[in-house]
């Protein structure tokens, strides 16, 4: 019976002029494997990759937009275990590239890219507005974090390999780029409460008390000329570029300069070929920059190049996925919200304002 609701979706128009980048349209109701979820989407999440994927060319016209949903488990194949129908889940999805993308009504998740969540609360729709960082209580909050929190797991899982033991990590420090975006704000809590880390973050001036709230022990004015030079004066462990350009991969990389051995990475396929080296005595390891589509379990081709996946590194992702960040979840805080008018035609606007930089600690969400 299920196969004869209606499905409606935002496609990728092929357009990349601002207004443009959305076509809503019915579409046939998905199908899922024995493997994985039907989901309900009732909130949706605009992510710096969704535009990319069209002004890139990556996006492919008449495909699904979107990454990011939350919503309720519409039904389970035979072999999922964990996840039953009606319960609330947020989403990771690769959009932008064939039917299987977010911004629609009905999606086909997989468990490894598929948040529980810890409790229940409203299914009324926010109304428009702004609303601050919280803990999860909305399905607009819970659309925010999926993404994010899968693109954390790939980096500190499987390319940067950190431990997962906290006292193993409690006198190491990472430094995040970037923390006052919304994955950073992720990173920042995922970091210091779930592998105990010590945290080093940038931001505009703003939003450090906020960071500090969340776990970051030091934020530093990434607008400061001695940013740079004051970070420098840390033993770091690993770096994290997660606004991700060869700008602010090369400052993550300068910012490490004294460090005895450090893992860089960073979250958009810049490769250590676009870094200036300088002559440190440390050794500087820069892993496979973090493609977040991996999570779904197998390789990625993607911006001209293959990324693998081993089984090794998939176990680690899998423990944190599914043992150590339900334990944090209930605690964890989304970033602040920006929530559009209803309807699938205003993921547009949401392209737009992302693309252009409009927001600063928050996440563009709207329902369908």
Do not use: C
């Not at 006052?180 to 990173?187: E, H, N, P």
């Not at 931001?203 to 607008?223: R, T």
């Not at 973090?290 to 176990?315: C, K, Q």
């Amino acid at each position: 019976m299920s196969s004869a609701l209606p499905n409606t979706a935002a496609l990728v128009s092929g357009s990349t002029e601002p207004g443009k980048y959305i076509q809503v349209q019915d579409i046939p109701y998905p199908k899922a494997t024995e493997d994985q979820l039907i989901v309900k989407g009732l909130a949706f999440a605009i992510n710096p990759t969704d535009w990319k994927h069209a002004d890139f060319g990556v996006g492919k016209k008449g495909a699904v937009a979107g990454t990011d949903v939350a919503g309720t488990v519409e039904t389970v194949g035979a072999n999922v275990q964990g996840f039953s129908k009606g319960d609330f889940v947020s989403v990771f999805l690769h959009g932008n590239v064939d039917e299987y993308g977010a911004f629609q009504k009905f999606v086909v998740a997989n468990p490894s890219t598929t948040v529980k969540l810890p409790s229940k609360f409203p299914v009324d729709p926010l109304q428009p507005g702004e609303y601050p960082s919280s803990t999860i209580q909305s399905f607009e909050g819970a659309s925010t974090i999926p993404l994010g929190l899968a693109t954390i797991g790939v980096s500190f899982a499987i390319e940067l390999n950190i431990p997962l033991l906290q006292g193993s990590n409690s006198n190491k420090y990472i430094l995040l780029w970037g923390g006052a975006t919304a994955t950073g704000i992720l990173a920042i809590q995922i970091a210091k409460h779930v592998y105990g880390l010590k945290v080093l973050t940038t931001a505009s001036k703003h939003n450090h008390e906020f960071l500090k709230s969340l776990g970051a022990d030091e934020v530093f004015d990434y607008k400061d000329s001695s940013a740079i030079e004051e970070l420098s004066k840390y033993d770091i462990s690993y770096a994290l570029d997660v606004f991700g350009t060869v700008e602010t991969f090369q400052q993550t990389y300068d910012a490490t300069k004294n460090s005895k051995d450090v893992r860089l990475d960073n979250l958009f396929a810049i490769f250590d070929d676009k870094i200036k080296k300088d002559s440190r005595s440390g050794k500087a390891t820069f892993v496979t920059p973090t493609m977040s589509y991996i999570a779904v379990g197998h390789p990625v081709d993607a911006y001209g190049r293959h990324w693998n996946l081993t089984d090794e590194g998939f176990n680690r992702y899998k423990q944190f996925w599914f043992e150590a960040l339900p334990k944090y979840l209930p605690e964890l805080k989304h970033a602040g919200l920006k929530v559009l008018k209803q309807g699938f035609e205003n993921a547009d606007e949401g392209y737009t304002l992302n693309k252009e930089g409009k927001v600063s600690a928050q996440k563009i969400v709207f329902r369908a």
